[in-house]
């Protein structure tokens, strides 16, 4: 009898360790896909704003030379 609840607390401990296991994978690759995501944004909005920013050069150039 006591065989069994050992076998049975190892199965059960080795699950958890599993589950646990996951969920940090799980976090960690949310959290990479967030930053990841949150960096190409930055960028985008980086890159953009640098557009809008040569666009209103040249606007401005644009109508100074007429």
Sequence with gaps: MSVSIVAVTAAAAAVVVVVVVVVVVVVVEVVVVVVVVAAATAVAAAATAS???????????DSTVG
């Design 51 to 61: 557009v809008y920013a040569n666009n209103n050069i040249n606007n401005n150039n």
